[in-house]
């Protein structure tokens, strides 16, 4: 009665399935596997994760399914190896040793024709520290076309803690003048809001030559980075002569002054 608990529509009848199967270990794993050709794609899911609890020989099964032709089967694949895997803690720079087993895994992910898959090993790779993701962060950024919200969002969630070291590498492919920036490095920039670029952004904010949308997108960015350069930068937009700049810079300064950015500048010098 085991997998007929496992597929109760009922949360805690079929947690107690899968503790059952579980706990038998790797000689379930035929019964477990013969439901992932099920018609129900919920009851694949849940087998896909009892797999990743059973073993050595279960967890291989999953990683074979990362290279199923069904992308919710990829996804989930993955998803379960990550349920096996303790996250790491940013105060721990070091990965753990199932972390670093599965990287590899990641690595060949992060070029999966999927974005949905793209966006899941952008989301594993939140806590890794930025030597041991580099290339496969920057290759998930290749991935992104410049429009997929989801996806820009997955791509801040991967890098944080560490956008100044990616924007360092993405440099180059971002050219010398900001103005010439298309809408995906816009959007990457928005996303990232790095303080290294708190020139570039002002530069596009002040330009007549950029839409009035980019325009105020570069406020929105310098809006959201922490440091004084950006403090001064949004000060001096307030004089824009072009009042839609003016006033959301305007906005900017008197909601960040309360906290953000209230020790970063002497206010009341402030005209």
């Known amino acids: 009665g085991q997998i007929a608990a496992l597929l109760n529509p009922a949360v805690n009848v079929r947690v107690l399935g899968f503790e059952a199967l579980e706990e038998q270990g790797e000689k379930v ?38 290279k199923a032709v069904d992308t919710p089967v990829r996804i989930t694949a993955l998803r379960a190896l990550r349920s096996i895997t303790p996250e790491n803690s940013k105060s721990i720079p070091a990965l753990t040793a199932s972390q670093k087993a599965l990287l590899p895994l990641l690595g ?13 090993v952008a989301i594993a790779l939140r806590d890794v520290p930025y030597n041991d993701c580099r290339f496969m962060l920057l290759n998930l950024i290749k991935g992104y076309d410049g429009q997929d919200r ?95 700049i003016a006033d959301q810079a305007n906005y900017w300064v008197n909601f960040r002054r309360g906290y953000d950015w209230a020790t970063l500048l002497n206010w009341e010098d402030v005209a």
Request: without cysteine.
């Open 29 to 66: 794993i035929e019964p477990v596997m013969a439901l992932l050709t099920s018609p129900n794609p919920y009851h694949r899911a849940r087998a896909i994760f009892v797999l990743a609890h059973l073993g050595a020989e279960g967890q291989f099964e999953v990683e074979r399914l990362l």
């Open 108 to 120: 060949n992910l992060a070029n999966d024709p999927s974005p949905a898959v793209r966006r899941e």
């Open 150 to 244: 989801y996806y820009l969002t997955a791509l801040g969630q991967a890098a944080d803690g560490k956008e100044d070291a990616l924007v360092a590498d993405l440099r180059l492919s971002m050219g010398t003048d900001p103005l010439e920036w298309d809408q995906k490095t816009a959007n990457l920039v928005w996303e990232l809001h790095p303080a290294t670029l708190v020139p570039q952004l002002k530069k596009r904010a002040e330009s007549s030559k950029l839409t009035v949308d980019a325009r105020k997108q570069a406020v929105v960015t310098l809006g959201f980075i922490k440091s004084q350069a950006a403090a001064k930068a949004m000060v001096d937009l307030t004089k824009s002569p072009e009042k839609d």
